[in-house]
């Protein structure tokens, strides 16, 4: 599976910003998706991950209730939606995929496909 991240930027602080993952290759549907981030100095961090069929959805306890993964795989597609963003979230986002076991769906390790990561810097 080929991975495009994109839809990052600059935002002021309690701003939005929609990410979008474009997938391509094999059948994205048969996978589930993750969001990870990594700011500057810092190692990756888990944000959000989405079951195969949407039916489950898991996030970060920092991220929750202000940002929302989805995927359209109709349209080969991840979103997260990140909204009251703070400077803290500044990092590069990347999208990925895989079939985790649930103990690693917050960890790398869950994940074998990588897209390169989008710039989100969040402005005080």
């Known amino acids: 599976v080929q991975l495009q991240a994109f839809g990052g930027g600059l935002v002021q602080a309690g701003g939005s910003l929609g990410l979008s993952c474009a997938a391509s290759?094999?059948?994205?549907?048969?996978?589930?998706m993750a969001w990870f981030r990594q700011a500057p100095g810092k190692e990756r961090e888990f944000v959000a991950a989405i079951t195969w069929s949407s039916s489950n959805t898991f996030y970060a306890d920092s991220v929750k209730g202000r940002f929302t993964i989805s995927r359209d795989n109709a349209k080969n597609t991840g979103y997260l939606q990140m909204n009251s963003l703070q400077p803290e979230n500044t990092a590069v986002y990347s999208c990925a995929v895989g079939r985790p076991d649930i103990a690693e769906l917050r960890m790398t390790v869950g994940y074998d496909y990588w897209g390169q990561g989008t710039q989100v810097t969040v402005s005080s």
């Open positions: 290759g094999r059948t994205f549907s048969r996978y589930w």
